[in-house]
């Protein structure tokens, strides 16, 4: 079955320790990205990569790092995790970067920093 | 200035009868694609149909239906029969050609959906 996964669901962590939010995708997608779903905020990007070792920010990339080692993986890193960063996280996937590719979602994970 | 609106916060429907979602956007590009996602409430973002914008046939999957309006740039979703598993989170979506260093889903704020038996 042609999916996205993310792994954990849920963590519930505290200030300070970091953390690994994996997502992996089955498609062969050259696209992956990383969002955040924030009440009354929406979703924002955080992250993206084209293909292959290439990374680019979005509009909150603050306080995370991302790595494309592989085309299937795109891990979202959070170094020194701190309140403002509970929220919904959501991993996505195309098969290229163009504006007519449809982004496919991961389950999300939902994180909450103490 | 907002690219994605959604003027409808929530949409009440009664089973088995049809609904549109509202979706207006904004645009300079000539290429571009538009998108609706549903998110029920254990919080999934589920892909549901997808419209180009050189498609001239409006894009049509089960149940789902888009009418797009180019000129006026609306984008709706039209649900046709609607049932109880219909209740979710409904967002527009819209990509735009790679430029300026940015390649992403722009999102608007939403229609909470809720269908009444």
């Known amino acids: 079955e042609a999916q996205v996964t993310q792994n954990p669901r849920y963590l519930i962590t505290v200030t300070g320790k970091k953390l690994t939010v994996t997502c992996s995708q089955n498609?062969?997608?050259?696209?992956m990205s990383w969002y955040r779903q924030d009440p009354g905020l929406g979703l924002r990007q955080i992250y993206y990569?084209?293909?292959?070792?290439?990374?680019d920010k979005g509009d909150v990339p603050e306080g995370y790092k991302v790595s494309r080692k592989e085309k299937r993986n795109f891990p979202l890193i959070l170094e020194s995790p701190s309140p403002n960063q509970t929220s919904l996280y959501f991993c996505a996937s195309s098969s290229t970067g163009l504006s007519t590719d449809t982004q496919y979602f991961g389950p999300g994970t939902r994180l909450t920093v103490l | 200035a907002q690219k994605i609106t959604q003027t409808q916060p929530g949409m009440f429907v009664q089973e088995k009868e049809a609904v549109t979602l509202d979706c207006t956007y904004d645009t300079s590009d000539q290429s571009y694609g538009l998108f609706w996602y549903k998110q029920p409430s254990s919080g999934e973002m589920i892909f549901l149909i997808y419209q180009g914008s050189y498609d001239e046939q409006n894009a049509t999957e089960g149940r789902y239906s888009l009418n797009f309006q180019k000129a006026r740039k609306s984008a709706n979703l039209v649900i046709s029969a609607s049932q109880l598993g219909d209740s979710a989170m409904y967002f527009c979506?819209?990509?735009?050609?790679?430029?300026?260093?940015?390649?992403?889903?722009?999102f608007g704020a939403g229609t909470r959906l809720a269908v009444h038996p």
């Open positions: 990569s084209m293909n292959v070792e290439v990374t």
């Open positions: 979506a819209m990509r735009e050609p790679f430029s300026g260093g940015y390649n992403k889903l722009i």
């Open positions: 498609m062969n997608h050259e696209y």
